[in-house]
């Protein structure tokens, strides 16, 4: 079945540090990834997405990939701000399947 | 334009209770699903409910249960309540059953089961 595996956190950076979180996957056929974001106290919102292979998707200086030969989709910022701290989720979802999360990362940036 | 709301936000229940969240999705939304998040997981899907009716389920016993109204709004209900029940109820809408990239989350309901 499908299924994302996603880096473990907690990671914390210091203010304008550089991001990656990883994300792969296992699919059958062509998935749609995803990145949600959840602040504190709040519901997921969804912060990118890439429909097929070699798509980046991007949103608020986040960017991600869909590399299809490493089954990757990997979180990246370049400058991260402390208003980022929050927990990211990947996911996919494939055909007309439901969305298929990854466990979350949470991420504290610190000033 | 509203979002998707859910209601209450918070609740408390013991074991062999039973309890109906709620749900209003976005408006010109008419499809509905259901998750489940456990603290410290990623949200695990329920279900999904489009005219009516249950369209997708996924790994749940039938103790849970939903119902959609002709406004599209849709409950939740969870029979004879275990201590595992308790986590984030997201509900989420989209315009159209099947677009998945197109949902929206509710802030969610948290069960406490004691």
């Known amino acids: 079945g499908n299924s994302v595996t996603q880096m473990e956190g907690p990671v914390t950076l210091s203010e304008e540090a550089f991001l990656t979180i990883n994300c792969t996957y296992t699919a059958t056929g062509y998935p749609s990834l995803f990145w949600y974001v959840q602040y504190p106290g709040e519901g997921l919102q969804l912060l990118l997405k890439a429909t097929k292979a070699d798509d980046k998707g991007s949103n608020k200086g986040f960017e991600a990939t869909y590399r299809k030969e490493t089954t990757s989709f990997h979180l990246e910022k370049g400058s991260v701000q402390v208003s980022d701290s929050a927990v990211y989720f990947c996911a996919l979802a494939s055909g007309n399947t439901p969305l298929v999360f990854g466990k979350g990362t949470r991420l504290s940036v610190i000033a | 334009d509203a979002g998707v709301t859910q209601s209450p936000t918070h609740l408390i229940k013991t074991r062999g209770q039973q309890v109906t969240l709620r749900c209003s999705p976005k408006?010109?939304?008419?499809?509905v699903s259901w998750y489940q998040q456990a603290l410290g997981q990623g949200p695990q899907f329920i279900f999904q409910y489009y005219e009516e009716e249950e369209r997708q389920r996924g790994n749940f016993p039938d103790r849970f249960s939903g119902h959609q109204f002709p406004n599209y709004s849709s409950e939740l209900n969870v029979n004879a309540l275990l201590l595992g029940d308790s986590a984030l109820y997201l509900c989420?809408?989209?315009?159209?059953?099947?677009?998945?990239?197109?949902?929206?989350f509710g802030p969610g309901t948290r069960l406490l089961v004691l």
């Open positions: 408006s010109g939304h008419d499809t």
């Open positions: 989420a809408s989209s315009p159209i059953s099947g677009r998945q990239e197109t949902q929206y």
